[in-house]
């Protein structure tokens, strides 16, 4: 499987953006596709992943209520919208995939398949 993340660029404070992941190979052979990132000087986190079989989600608890994950099966694509956007979020973003259930533990661990980043800058 094969994932390209696109959506990242530059954004004021308290701005919006949508990623997009779309996933290559067949969507329904994982149960987790997620949303990880990376900030300057930092460990990599997770924020989120859903299950493409049957929409289950999960969200890092420090994640929740600007970041909201979607999957669209037909398109085979997955979307983070990521609103009130702070400069904090400033962080290469990616998008992965793994064979294992959508979870925290997931989340907290990494996935099997990954793509290429998307750089996130929030500024003014």
């Known amino acids: 499987v094969q994932l390209q993340a696109s959506g990242g660029g530059l954004v004021q404070p308290g701005g919006s953006l949508r990623f997009s992941c779309v996933v290559s190979g067949f969507i329904l052979d994982m149960n987790a596709i997620g949303w990880f990132r990376q900030a300057p000087g930092k460990e990599r986190e997770g924020i989120t992943c859903?299950?493409?079989?049957?929409?289950?989600?999960s969200y890092v608890d420090s994640m929740k209520g600007r970041f909201t994950i979607s999957v669209d099966n037909a398109k085979q694509t997955v979307y983070l919208q990521m609103n009130n956007l702070k400069p904090e979020d400033t962080a290469i973003y990616y998008c992965?995939?793994?064979?294992?259930?959508?979870?925290?533990?997931?989340?907290?661990?990494?996935?099997?398949?990954w793509g290429k980043g998307t750089l996130v800058t929030v500024s003014s």
């Open positions: 859903v299950s493409p079989k049957d929409g289950q989600v």
């Open positions: 992965a995939a793994d064979r294992a259930i959508c979870s925290d533990w997931l989340l907290n661990h990494g996935m099997r398949y």
